[in-house]
């Protein structure tokens, strides 16, 4: 098992809210990015399974706020998979400050899908690229 996907991403003022921490409709953003770049770590770009008529909507998801990311903080965005079977791919994440402390705790469920949105199952070269990261999601305190 390979250690989560890091990705970082450094507090911008526009990510903030007048009382200096990160709004929270934009950790969502944050989630997604981190996933885009997983993915391009991975070797094959969300653009480029698009054009393989391969896309992996956003079912669902859930995000438990621990703590205050504010302007100028450099955040360590933790991605990894922990389902990959048929069409069903889920993400947890993490993000901490670079000092280790929590600021928030996220799964994403996604479907594979095609570019006419009905399910498909997961290409077999995207499960066996997964395997490697591939781990249960962290109990919830």
């Not at 007048?18 to 391009?40: D, K, P, S």
């Not at 922990?82 to 280790?100: K, P, Q, S, W």
């Amino acid at each position: 098992m390979t250690a989560p996907f890091r990705h970082t991403h450094r507090v911008s003022y526009a990510d903030c809210t007048v009382g200096n921490h990160i709004y929270y409709g934009r950790y969502l953003e944050l989630l997604e990015i981190a996933r885009g770049e997983f993915f391009r770590h991975l070797g094959t770009t969300l653009l480029q399974w698009q054009e393989r008529e391969v896309i992996f909507p956003v079912i669902e998801c859930r995000l438990r706020y621990k703590g205050m990311a504010r302007y100028d903080d450099v955040l360590s965005i933790e991605v990894w998979p922990t389902v990959a079977e048929r069409a069903r791919l889920n993400f947890a994440h993490r993000i901490t400050t670079h000092d280790g402390k929590l600021i928030l705790e996220a799964e994403t469920n996604h479907v594979c899908a095609g570019l006419n949105e009905k399910p498909k199952r997961l290409p077999e070269e995207l499960i066996k690229s997964l395997e490697p990261f591939l781990r249960p999601p962290e109990p919830a305190d």
